[in-house]
């Protein structure tokens, strides 16, 4: 009886457990940012903004921790600078876009 309790729990421990697949991807985020971003932002950390008001996503750390983009990433950022078009991740996405920013800090 004792095997098939621990067995369970096991089992249990198995399923609950966050895999893979809730890791955060890099490379995703580097996807989401040359899709969403990189027309205003510079993704990289050398190149300058291709539009002068978008801050360099290098230098975000410099202002704010990058984490606490998080809610806005995931309720919808209406601001930033004036012609930043509104858009919303999933939590998926959040994960993966804020572990790329964090790959730009120095």
């Given at each position: 009886?004792?095997q098939?309790?621990?067995?369970s ?15 955060s ?5 580097r996807?989401?940012?040359?899709l ?8 990289d ?16 750390h410099?202002?704010?921790p990058?984490?606490?983009l998080q ?8 601001t930033?600078h ?8 999933d ?16």
């Amino acid at each position: 009886m004792r095997q098939g309790i621990a067995g369970s729990m096991v089992a249990a421990a198995l399923l609950l457990a966050p895999g893979p697949s809730t890791a955060s991807n890099v490379e995703q985020g580097r996807r989401l940012a040359l899709l969403y971003c990189a027309k205003c932002h510079s993704t990289d950390k050398v190149s300058p903004s291709p539009l002068k008001i978008a801050p360099p996503f290098r230098t975000l750390h410099e202002r704010y921790p990058v984490e606490q983009l998080q809610e806005a990433l995931a309720e919808g950022i209406v601001t930033g600078h004036p012609s930043m078009p509104e858009f919303r991740f999933d939590a998926d996405q959040v994960g993966d876009f804020i572990a790329f920013l964090k790959t730009l800090e120095k």
